[in-house]
Nanobody, 122 residues
Framework: QVQLVESGGGLVQAGDSLRLSCAASLRTFNTYAMAWFRQAPGKGREFVAF???????RYDDSVKGRFTISRDNAKNTVYLQMNSLKPEDTAVYYCAATSASGSPSSGQYEYWGQGTQVTVSS
């Protein structure tokens, strides 16, 4: 059974930083594209960033220049470094994995974590 387990969320002030981690129990983790999505209260799930098996990256415009996605294949872990956080970044952040190409579409992803809450106060 595949598991994706997020950690690192919390309550911070505007301008602070957080690093989210997602540990995956995927046997062939290095062949998967990994992504972060988020869902704010009353809103749909939205794309944040993805990283391909070959370390290609893509970001949503709302986080470009502030967030950095990375992966450590030796640890089966993907990270999201979030800097200069804003109150509008408040959401539950989800990790996702796909054996296909990385995509900003949530429907592309086969596996999902349970999410970690990030709250940014003004």
């Amino acid at each position: 059974q595949v598991q994706l387990v997020e950690s690192g969320g919390g309550l911070v002030q505007a301008g602070d930083s957080l690093r989210l981690s997602c540990a995956a129990s995927l046997r062939t983790f290095n062949t998967y594209a990994m992504a972060w999505f988020r869902q704010a209260p009353g809103k749909g799930r939205e794309f944040v960033a993805f990283i391909t098996w070959s370390f290609g990256k893509r970001y949503d415009d709302s986080v470009k220049g502030r967030f950095t996605i990375s992966r450590d294949n030796a640890k089966n872990t993907v990270y999201l470094q979030m800097n200069s956080l804003k109150p509008e970044d408040t959401a539950v952040y989800y990790c996702a994995a796909t054996s296909a190409s990385g995509s900003p579409s949530s429907g592309q992803y086969e596996y999902w974590g349970q999410g970690t809450q990030v709250t940014v106060s003004s």
